[in-house]
């Protein structure tokens, strides 16, 4: 959603060309056509979340407060890689569609950039709000989310380079609380990742979460596999059943 | 679902080019394509719910007892803007499809325009059926179903011209009981507007809600974000977390 | 599912021009376009349930053991109306497509039809097979299905030619047993119709649902309404929230 | 998910005429189409799960680690039938795509072939795998699943050329260990179907199942059964009703 640090950049330039494309495989396309998918499994509904690739110099960067199923290719912004995260009006925006303003969660995306990703998804996930709270219960503020000995475990990077997760292998997902705007996040994800090196997401507790990879189709899978894990525990927890065997 | 008091009003005009537009954003097409969104997350099925828009000084009105997802432009009321609630025979139609009734919750659309609504959306959703439900029973029958602390709560404006909701504040939103027939809401939806000038939404006991806003995409992206706080809420309650922190 | 008695019946004719039309409302194209739906929504997965629309003198049936929501026009049987409903050798098959089998539910259809129906829905939701597994436990073997004061009520018809239930009635689905051989459940579903002669559905416990209405619109609508009502008492009791009020 | 034992295949030829086809019922056609459903059942988020038709003397199998609702005919893997189970590097393929590994479940789906089957079908499922967990804990490490006097069941073949279930019967379906490598799984599975030779399904704990048939239609309408029945079954446990009359 929208804050007012973004409704203070100013509009720079538009650079349509830079989102028009014929190639499916385009930023500027995958960009609605995952938004669609997202909203499909509702994630992102009521305009939360949200979507950003890096494509060489580029970033790809979904607008706020955006019907997420409605976006379409000429709503996106692209930043100039690399870019500043502070201040919000001195990041070199390349495009600028007029009138939206970009996702909040830019500096949590550019935090993902620098650390090496080519693709940065956001949901509210109801499945991993519910199993933030029922970690927080159970475990403590400083617990993370883990769970084990289950195959899709291993659809998860073990670290950069490292492989996926095994079957036998326990996969660790750190939990950051809440603040009171988006953009404030971004100390809490960057002490999360120099944690936790090897994580490819970040559990942000009653809102949702973070997640990353090397490319698109990683870390959309890397969110499908991590969305299937927490409903997965939440009915588990329902039933009784032990995350960690 | 139709009334005999909606049946009695009479046909006064066909004025079909009020509902013809190649653009996708008008009316007559937009009120076709969210019944089929609505219809697809199961908050109209079995012709429950309805929709209406206010454009200018026209009031766009889904038709009553009609499968939601098969709603046809050339299936929508126009009323002139301002129009009578009472009597139902008295009301300004300048557009009445052939052999279909005005939606029941007519007058509970024209009391939410009368507050400065652009778009007001009914559904029959489960969640927020089970949440009127859980507050009764927990809270008895004069209390607002109160969420606070999560993301998505961003989502709901704090009144007209305030902004949205922070993530540390809470969420009220009013209760009424149902009646036996859909207009006769009426003075129950006023009277908590007038108790809640800055709610945007009114559930009804075992019956559903209410949402408006000031536009079309508002209207709709509010209705999401409590759906969502809604189903969050039944899965908290489910699991034993509290709604308010 | 076929069952050896439908096996046997000879294919009699092939009025290939009985399934042929371009009116989308044509019953050879409503039943493919509904079992599509029916698909979406779970009720009739590994080619369970079915569906039948009465057109004139011509009775309309989907096949037996198909994949549900791959359906053609050219896989529907056409009856000639009125036909005998045992043997099943004797049915007035006007249309019979080559290497296919009328639904096993075809009695029970007919049955519906005989009591002025224009089209019968089974489906196997598993909202319906849960609710009579908690009526039998709950209030025994002969206890009906009893849901009071939700709004969704009024979706279904107090009896033929009676208006709609009220927000105040208590809506009443009788359950009969299930049977080995689905043609059998012909006598337990009449018997059902004799003494509930206003009842448009009959659950059939550990099994599914039978719904039909005057019409193929108002079936459907009545077949969503109920399950809206299944779904939503198995939540109020997993809940603790008593049915009736 | 992809392994290095199948990494090290080499590429032998790329017979691409083998996967074009007009016809919608062409192996190469129908494994996108079933992919695209089970993804959207939720069976294979997240590049899970997998799917094999045997068509005449090849067979044809979907990649592995790739998105599979994106998956298009070009993907397909072919093998000439038979073929060596192990070493997966003197399998006889007679197409493989560049840059793409022929799933993990390849063993366990030739498994299924050399038992008579048309199509196997490996979907990870949460019903599926919340079943293994509750058998585990209520019956043992090595309890079948059972259920029994449930319509669907009889969308279930009693065994191959005896007919399908009856409703009075109870279902078995064995439970296997998982492993840490998915080929390792096919002693596993070649036990199972040695034990229960009547068997067209194996769970995995903690994993998901293979489901096969005698073609493409009955492994997916048997496939979509069983998922029904766990479901069933998750929501029965959830509710204290026994699976078994």
Redesign the interface.
């Known amino acids: 959603?929208a804050s007012t640090e973004e409704q203070a950049v100013a509009v720079t330039t538009n650079n349509d060309h830079l989102v028009q494309s014929e190639d499916p495989e385009h930023p500027a396309n995958l960009i609605p056509e995952l938004c669609r998918k997202f909203y499909n499994w509702?994630w992102v509904?009521?305009?939360?979340g949200g979507t950003s690739i890096r494509h060489g110099d580029h970033i790809f960067i979904a607008p706020s407060g955006v019907?997420k199923e409605l976006i379409k290719s000429e709503n996106i912004f692209v930043l100039q890689w690399p870019t500043k995260k502070y201040p919000a009006e001195e990041r070199s925006y390349i495009r600028r569609p007029l009138k939206l303003n970009p996702s909040a969660c830019t500096p949590l995306f550019l935090t993902a950039f620098e650390n090496g990703a080519g693709c940065c998804i956001h949901t509210?996930s109801?499945w991993a709000?519910?199993v933030t709270?029922?970690v927080e219960?159970e475990k403590g503020p400083d617990a993370c989310f883990e769970i084990s000995?289950?195959?899709?475990i291993?659809?998860i990077p073990r670290g950069k380079g490292k492989g996926?997760l095994?079957?036998?292998d326990t996969l660790s997902i750190p939990i950051i609380e809440?603040?009171?705007f988006e953009e404030n996040l971004t100390s809490g994800l960057e002490a999360a990742m120099k944690k936790y090196p090897d994580t490819y997401a970040v559990l942000?507790r009653?809102?949702?979460i973070y997640v990353w990879g090397d490319n698109v189709?990683k870390a959309?899978?890397?969110c499908?596999?991590l969305?299937?894990l927490f409903?997965?525990a939440?009915?588990?927890?329902?039933?009784g059943?032990p995350w960690v065997k």
């Open positions: 959603m509702g509904t009521g305009t939360g019907q509210h109801q709000v519910l709270l029922l219960r000995t289950i195959e899709q291993k659809g996926m095994g079957y036998y809440n603040t009171a942000v009653r809102h949702g189709a959309k899978t890397q499908e596999s969305d299937y409903q997965l939440v009915e588990m927890h329902k039933l059943l």
